[in-house]
Each structure stands twice: as structure tokens, then as C-alpha cells.
T-cell receptor
Framework: KQEVTQIPAALSVPEGENLVLNCSFTDSAIYNLQWFRQDPGKGLTSLLLIQSSQREQTSGRLNASLDKSSGRSTLYIAASQPGDSATYLC???????????FGKGTTLSVSS | EPEVTQTPSHQVTQMGQEVILRCVPISNHLYFYWYRQILGQKVEFLVSFYNNEISEKSEIFDDQFSVERPDGSNFTLKIRSTKLEDSAMYFCASAWTGTNTEAFFGQGTRLTVV
């Protein structure tokens, strides 16, 4: 059964820092991995989707990497801004590919 | 940009009452989902729906829950007799070809059972 862990649970950084959020998973036979952003009390906004055949995916200041063999993905945020403050979730499909399994998220706070 | 729309944004109901949460998925998507998030906990899968039938459901999705696609645009989640522990944020999601492609989520309905 796929399990998803995100470390750290919370992170505080000053504006302008580059940072890395981590996601690990137990079953490397995955279809893809998706990173989401969640603002307090709000919905989930899709940030990046990495297919299992890819190693990286970039969108603006965000870069996500995937290493299936080690069961890890990282989300790199460059030049962080206060507006980046949110909870970041990673999610992977289950074995049947019929549902997403989520990590608990990393709550990021960027101070100005 | 197309988006998943959920209504209402917040619903308060008394224990034992029926509630219906509504969703309008992205128009050309074929796969539809409900997830929930209890405050402070992980987002949890409830049910997936494809070709007018349930394709998978979790242990959470017991006989008190049902889903329906009554017309070509709406997708609903019904809870027949709400319990206090049903209080959560409920998210609807849709995807073009199942979870092999990007899933798009709505803004959620916060359900409070009192």
C-alpha cells in the first residue's frame, strides 16, 4: 500500500531564500506525482505534474524532481516570496491508478 | 482557464440531516472524484466515478454516502444521515483520463455538523 511522507512538516524562511520541500513514497511503481498548493481554508491548486518517465518539471520559480528508485521527489522554490506562504502537498496515484494518495504537507511561511 | 466549481462553500447542518454537496467538473473531463480533509489531517480519497458508475471507493465511503451525475454537468455527493465526524472540507476533483493525468480540484465545501 502506497504511503506518502513529507518532511519537514513546517518551514519558516526569510524572503529571497531558495528552499527545498521533500516528499517520499514507499512504492516506486508509480504513474506520476503531483504537487499541490493549499492556502488556509481553501482548495488545492495543482502546481506541477511529473510523469514517471520524467526526472524534472519546471514552472516559473518552481522545479520538481522525481527519483523513483529512491522513492523521493523534491519541490525547489527559488527566490521565495511572502506570497509563497501556504501548505504544499504531494500526491501519487494508488496502485490501480484510480485515486490520489496525499502526504500531510509542508506548511511554508516566508517572512518579509 | 477552466475550473472545478463547488457549492456551497460552507454548509452547517444538524446531526442526522441529509446534505448534498454539488460540483461542476471541468467540461471535457471524464473522471470525477470526491475527497475529504478533516481539520489538521491528510486529504483522503472517498470515491471515483467514471462512465456513470463508481469505479472505486474507500472504506470511508459507506452506505451513508452516495454520488450521482444527474445531468451532463453536475456531480453530487450525498450524505444521508450526517454524523459529527463527517465535519470536514470536501473536495471535488476531475481529470481527463484518470489519475495518469493532472487532477484539478475545486475550492471545497466546508461541512460543519452540529
Amino acid at each position: 500500500k502506497q504511503e506518502v511522507t513529507q518532511i519537514p512538516a513546517a518551514l519558516s524562511v526569510p524572503e529571497g531564500e531558495n528552499l527545498v520541500l521533500n516528499c517520499s513514497f514507499t512504492d516506486s511503481a508509480i504513474y506520476n506525482l503531483q504537487w499541490f498548493r493549499q492556502d488556509p481554508g481553501k482548495g488545492l491548486t495543482s502546481l506541477l505534474l511529473i510523469q514517471s518517465s520524467q526526472r524534472e518539471q519546471t514552472s516559473g520559480r518552481l522545479n520538481a524532481s522525481l527519483d523513483k528508485s529512491s522513492g523521493r521527489s523534491t519541490l525547489y522554490i527559488a527566490a521565495s516570496q511572502p506570497g509563497d506562504s501556504a501548505t504544499y502537498l504531494c500526491a501519487l496515484p494508488n496502485q490501480a491508478g484510480t485515486a490520489l494518495i496525499f502526504g500531510k504537507g509542508t506548511t511554508l511561511s516566508v517572512s518579509s | 482557464e477552466p475550473e472545478v466549481t463547488q457549492t456551497p462553500s460552507h454548509q452547517v447542518t444538524q446531526m442526522g440531516q441529509e446534505v448534498i454537496l454539488r460540483c461542476v467538473p471541468i467540461s471535457n473531463h471524464l473522471y470525477f472524484y470526491w475527497y475529504r480533509q478533516i481539520l489538521g489531517q491528510k486529504v483522503e480519497f472517498l470515491v471515483s466515478f467514471y462512465n456513470n458508475e463508481i469505479s472505486e471507493k474507500s472504506e470511508i465511503f459507506d452506505d451513508q454516502f452516495s454520488v450521482e451525475r444527474p445531468d451532463g454537468s453536475n456531480f453530487t455527493l450525498k450524505i444521508r444521515s450526517t454524523k459529527l465526524e463527517d465535519s470536514a472540507m470536501y473536495f471535488c476533483a476531475s481529470a481527463w483520463t484518470g489519475t495518469n493525468t493532472e487532477a484539478f480540484f475545486g475550492q471545497g465545501t466546508r461541512l460543519t455538523v452540529v
